[in-house]
Every structure is written in C-alpha cells, then in structure tokens.
C-alpha cells in the first residue's frame, strides 16, 4: 500500500481582481483541502497564462499582487503549504516545449476556447485565425505542464477548465507510453458552488460580464452591490420563491444548510427583498471582515509577499528540478556522461 501523500494543485490567471465567484468557488475550497491529511498542496499565480489574454503589463502585475495578497489574507499557511509564480519556475516553460512535442495537434484543434475564438472570428465576418496567438491554441499545454511538473492528483477547477484536466491526461498518458513513466494522471476536483455562483444578473460571475461582486470591497461599497443584485417587483409581503433572483444562491454560498432553509422559508412568507439584502450583507460582511483588514496590511507590504514568493519558487523547485532531469533523461536529452 502506497502511503503517498495526494498532491492538489491549482493555479488562479493574474488577470484582474479578486470576486466571490473566486472565492467560494477556488480560493476557500482550496484552502480547505490543504488542511486536510496527507495533502501536499501546490497553489500558485498563472502569470505565462494571463499573457494570453491580457496585453497590460501593469494590470498584470497589479493583479499578481492582489491574488498572492487574497490567498495569504484567507489563511494559506505556506509553511505547510507550496506558494509560488508559475514564472519563476523556468521547468515549467522547458516541459511545456516538452510536451508540445508529445501533444497531437488534432487535440488542441479540438478545444473549446480555441474553437469558440474560431467561430467568434467567422460569426463577425473574420477570417478564422484573425488576431489568435499560438498562446491561446497552446494554452492547454503550458496548463498540462503546471499540473505535471508537480504530479498533481487532484486538481480543483470550474466546469469550464475539465477538458483542459482531460487534455492533460491525454498528454502525460501519451508521454509515458512514448518514452516511460513519469507522470501521473492527473483528476478534476469539480466545484459544483462555483458552477452555480450567480453575478448581480443572474449569469454566471465573471469579469466577461462584468456582473462581479470583487472581494476586497469596503463595507459600504459590499452594501452598495448586494443592493444591485436583481430582483422582481414582489412586495414585501407577498410570497417569493428562492430561485426568483440570484440574491439566495450567492447567499447559499456562504450560509449553513440551516441558515438557507429560514432564508427560503422568509421568503416564502413575504419578507421583503430589501430586507433580504441586509441579512446577505452581514452574513457575507462578517465572514471576510477579518481577511479585509490582513488583506489591506498585505497589499501595502509587497515586498513581505515577494519574499513569500521567492521561498515558494525555492521549495516548489526542489519538485521540478529532479522532476525535469527524469523527463529529459528519458527523452534523451542529457549530459553524454556522468560528471564526475
Ligand atoms: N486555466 C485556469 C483558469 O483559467 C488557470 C490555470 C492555469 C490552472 N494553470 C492551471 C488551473 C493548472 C489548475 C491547474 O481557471
């Protein structure tokens, strides 16, 4: 029997600022694993992925910034943990040429957000490669490397991110059969709350619609978008349904089973979304008014986050450097004799 530990990675694009959406569906559930047993865990910042779709240096450095500050706000002990920038781990960029070489193409023509970019382009009369970079075709292999230069097992994402986990396999499958076995087969960790996390409209959060709620709002400003969630016109008093609006699955998110079923049946019973809101408020209001504060003395000491960082690198490299020799050893690239 193996007593192996279970490594879980995951890994957040710097490309904007932090929300709930990324919270209840990433940041908290991540965290949380990493305090269970006989779990190794590997989180880090995807600023090589971030160049895919965003040409701002300064708003990527911003948001690599604000991300390592979210995660250490929130609790991450990075002592028991490893916390680090995917580009300060240059095996990561030679095993993504590595595995180019592995990867079929055919898989990459066939992935959603390349094909969606694809149709987008000939939906608007484009011809259909207009304005892609081989960043965005590729960009499941830079994300196959992060998982497998760490032998990841459990790799926590959104719905959207599993034929990324299942081209990954793919890849790290084709590479031990190729050559021989290095990698393990990573799984997807599927977060149902996050594929249910509502924006104030009702769709999905995302920045693409700009319909998020950010984390790290004052307390007025939280109040001011709990107001902005969208509702009907029902009354106070008349009866409403939970599923009327998104305001009770953005609760729901952070609420106990008990705490939702009192909130359905209020509704149920008239109570007035007005009234509603200001339960959500401070329920949401107390629950991340202790990180606010961490999060605000971290964003102001970006040097400690660097340090933080730079101690990361170093120990997630004791990881990838003998991983790296292994790959190259087994594809033939390395040194013609033993140095002495
Ligand atoms: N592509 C992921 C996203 O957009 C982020 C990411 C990059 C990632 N590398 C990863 C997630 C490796 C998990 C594992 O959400």
Known sequence: MSTQRTTVLTGITTTGSP?????????KPAIASSREPGMNACFFLADYHAL??????????????????????????TNTTT??????????????????????KGLMNRAHAYKAAVQDNIDRGEKPDYELSMGLFNYPVLMAADILMFNAHRVPVGKDQIQHLEMARDIAQRFNHRYREVF????????????????????????????????????KQLKKHINRIVTNSKEPGESKQADESALFPIY??????????????????GLAWGEAKK???????TELAPARERYHALIERPEHIEEILMAGAAKARLYSRPLIEQVREAIGISRLCSAK
């Open 252 to 269: 729901a998110a952070f609420a106990s089973a008990e705490q939702q079923q009192t909130m359905v049946r209020s509704l149920n019973e």
């Open 52 to 77: 895919i779709k965003c040409f701002e240096p300064e708003r990527i450095r911003q948001s690599t910034l604000e991300i390592a500050a979210t995660w250490l706000a929130l609790g991450l002990d």
């Open 184 to 219: 393990v087969l990573p799984e997807a960790a599927v977060q149902e709350q996050a594929a249910v996390m509502p924006g104030l409209d009702g769709r999905k959060m995302s920045k693409s619609y700009d319909n998020t709620i950010p984390l790290w709002l004052t307390e």
């Open 83 to 104: 916390f680090y920038r995917q580009s300060d781990i240059p095996e990561i960029a030679e095993l993504t040429w590595i595995l180019n070489c592995v990867c079929a």
């Open 19 to 27: 929300h709930l959406g990324n919270y209840v569906g990433a940041i």
């Open 279 to 285: 339960i959500v408020f401070e329920h949401i209001n």
